[in-house]
């Protein structure tokens, strides 16, 4: 895994070596340097390793899981704000099976620096209404709750909030 200032480096040169392929003649070989440096500059914006821990994820693999998401070694050096966001939501999701204080801190930081989907904000924010609403604190969890539900444009996420506003009526 390079650094992401180094992905940049790498497309570049690529780049420029392309150009000199097209100043030579070879346009062929310009072309397919192009298509070269353009994975370069898309491993730079989805960083490959968050990538296979999402495909770890997808198949309910939480171990494997984590074991992709701790060959990043220095999150902030090589992932984007994002992408930093998605890292520490997947810790966020590993953890709230095991230990909520984590979880929370995780899925805290995961909003803080941000989620691209929609989805995933929501789905954040009713993991965290599930934390507040287990160290009972009924009106964070309500006030989470109501936020997920805002964002659930999809409404895929409905099933579960109707499922813990019946047990918020219960504390």
Do not use: C
């Not at 590993?94 to 979880?103: C, D, E, M, R, Y």
């Not at 803080?112 to 965290?128: E, P």
């Not at 009924?138 to 805002?150: C, G, P, Q, V």
């Amino acid at each position: 895994m390079f650094n992401k200032i180094f992905k940049l480096i790498i497309a570049g040169l690529i780049l420029a070596y392309s150009g000199y392929q097209f100043v030579e003649g070879n346009i062929g070989n310009g072309i397919f340097l192009i298509l070269l440096s353009l994975i370069f500059i898309f491993l730079y914006f989805r960083n490959e390793m968050i990538l296979l821990a999402f495909l770890r994820m997808r198949k309910q693999d939480l171990e494997g899981t984590q074991k992709w998401l701790a060959k990043i070694k220095n999150p902030e050096a090589a992932l984007v704000t994002k992408q930093q966001g998605y890292y520490n939501y997947l810790h966020g999701i590993i953890h709230s099976q095991k230990n909520l204080t984590q979880a929370e801190k995780y899925f805290k930081k995961a909003l803080k620096l941000g989620l691209t989907m929609d989805y995933d904000v929501a789905m954040a924010k009713l993991s965290l209404a599930g934390i507040a609403m287990q160290k009972r604190r009924k009106r964070e969890a309500t006030t989470l709750l109501n936020e997920a539900k805002k964002l659930d444009k999809n409404n895929m996420l409905t099933e579960q909030i109707k499922m813990m506003q019946q047990q918020m009526k219960k504390i």
